[in-house]
């Protein structure tokens, strides 16, 4: 790509998006949300459906949600589960090594050695504290939708984190609030014809935290894409 034809603040944005879980407490508007989603909101969508619904919750509301799930969490989980299918089921390779080696990445550099179950279940809860995030966002998308307005989905997420870079906060989307739609629904009065997709902590990343350097490998563009045509 010539020189001139690079954006560097979209490669800035995309370079230095990572998934945090260590956040400061300091204070984001809702101003500054509002911004970040509108911007979002630009992302592309099958005859622009646009399938996104957010909530947003923070201070007492933040507080309110992150104690119940904590407390259903570590417990007995056996009436909770997420909706949808999310990873392959069984695992087969080459995706079971590379969430082995995302995961054990990630403890090893918490210190958490295999089979200290305690400490891991200590880490998964920091999920549900938005790892300390003061924002948490809510992404639901109607049931009646279909797989093409689940890729739409993953453009608008995707665009949020990337947009959240452009004033300086950082993101970690999670998955995990989806095994806790029972709770998490009515508490953010999302009705019964949504379905959770993901919740997301918001906020500026604690720059001293060790957990924020990981960075799990990513593959070369040679090994998942093919080229012809090209001189």
Excluded at 40 to 52: D, F, H, K
Excluded at 53 to 69: F, H, K, N
Excluded at 139 to 161: A, C, E
């Amino acid at each position: 790509m010539p020189a001139d034809d690079r954006t560097p603040g979209v490669i800035d944005a995309i370079r230095t998006r990572s998934s945090k879980r260590a956040f400061l407490p300091t204070p984001v508007s809702r101003e500054q949300v509002e911004a970040i989603l509108q911007l979002a909101g630009l992302a592309p969508s099958g005859s622009n459906i646009q399938p996104w619904q957010v909530y947003v919750v923070s201070g007492t509301a933040r507080d309110r949600l992150c104690d119940e799930v904590i407390q259903s969490a570590s417990g007995d989980r056996s009436g909770h589960g997420r909706e949808y299918d999310y990873y392959p089921n069984p695992w087969r390779e080459p995706y079971l090594g590379r969430r082995r080696a995302c995961g054990w990445g990630l403890y090893s550099l918490l210190g958490i050695v295999k089979g200290d179950r305690e400490a891991g279940l200590r880490q998964e809860l920091r999920n549900f504290t938005f790892f300390d995030a003061p924002v948490g966002l809510f992404f639901y998308i109607d049931r009646d939708l279909k797989q093409g307005s689940w890729l739409d989905y993953g453009m608008f997420i995707q665009t949020v984190m990337l947009a959240a870079r452009g004033f300086g906060l950082h993101t970690c989307p999670q998955a995990a609030w989806a095994d806790f739609h029972s709770i998490v629904t009515p508490l953010v009065g999302a009705p019964a014809e949504q379905m959770l997709v993901c919740g997301m902590a918001l906020g500026y990343a604690d720059p001293d935290a060790p957990v924020n350097a990981f960075r799990p490998e990513r593959l070369p563009v040679t090994d998942f894409s093919r080229f012809q045509g090209f001189d």
